[in-house]
Antibody
Framework: EVQLVESGGGLIQPGGSLRLSCEASGFNLSTYAMTWVRQAPGKGLEWVSDISGSGGGTNYADSVKGRFTISRDNFKNTLYLQMNSLRAEDTAVYYC??????????WGQGALVTVSS | DIQLTQSPTFLSASVGDRVTITCRASQGIRSFLAWYQQKPGKAPNLLIYVASTLQSGVPSRFSGSGSGTEFTLTISSLQPEDFATYYCQQLHSYPRTFGQGTRLEIK
């Protein structure tokens, strides 16, 4: 059974840094691209970033480019999102998702990140 | 960036109704469109990809159609568990944008 479990969320002050992790099980992580999608409270879905199976290719939304870094450790079956220079508008539930045929077919339960002083 | 506009934003319907949600893209995206269902407090769930292919395990009352710039998601006979928010997403180019969502509520 495919499972994705996010961790690392919490309350952080503006300008701070946080690293989210997404532990994968039930499939070979190295075979699949992975994605981060976020959802601000009461708002819609926003695509954040994705990474190829090997980790050699990454893409970012303009809103996070230069501040967030996606990475993966296929040996640890874990996807990461390093978030620096956090802003209030980054407050959201962050979901990791597995990609098949370019679509997100399995999602984690989400990790809440709150940026506030 | 490709903009996706869903209509309606809010839809009130009854169990057994047939409903259609439209997603319009600001430029052609061929068939690179997916539909997701999201219930409150839960992660999104993939329903349809490449515009019309039903994801495994999704009931056949859900269907998708369209190509280019106009797409539709149809639920042939609403069930109580279908009341949720629906999102389209384009997978044609980066950034992978979503529509703003359509909230489907019980009349």
């Amino acid at each position: 059974e495919v499972q994705l479990v996010e961790s690392g969320g919490g309350l952080i002050q503006p300008g701070g840094s946080l690293r989210l992790s997404c532990e994968a099980s039930g499939f070979n992580l190295s075979t699949y691209a992975m994605t981060w999608v976020r959802q601000a409270p009461g708002k819609g879905l926003e695509w954040v970033s994705d990474i190829s199976g090997s980790g050699g290719g990454t893409n970012y939304a303009d809103s996070v480019k230069g501040r967030f870094t996606i990475s993966r450790d296929n040996f640890k079956n874990t996807l990461y999102l390093q978030m620096n220079s956090l802003r209030a508008e980054d407050t959201a539930v962050y979901y990791c998702a597995k990609e098949t045929n370019n679509v997100s077919d399995y999602w984690g339960q989400g990790a809440l990140v709150t940026v506030s002083s | 960036d490709i903009q996706l506009t869903q209509s309606p934003t809010f839809l009130s319907a009854s169990v057994g109704d047939r409903v259609t949600i439209t997603c319009r893209a600001s430029q052609g995206i061929r068939s690179f469109l997916a539909w997701y269902q999201q219930k409150p407090g839960k992660a999104p769930n993939l329903l349809i990809y490449v515009a019309s292919t039903l994801q495994s395990g999704v009931p056949s009352r859900f269907s998708g159609s369209g190509s280019g710039t106009e797409f539709t998601l149809t639920i042939s006979s609403l069930q109580p568990e279908d009341f949720a928010t629906y999102y389209c997403q384009q997978l044609h180019s980066y950034p992978r944008t979503f529509g703003q969502g359509t909230r489907l509520e019980i009349k």
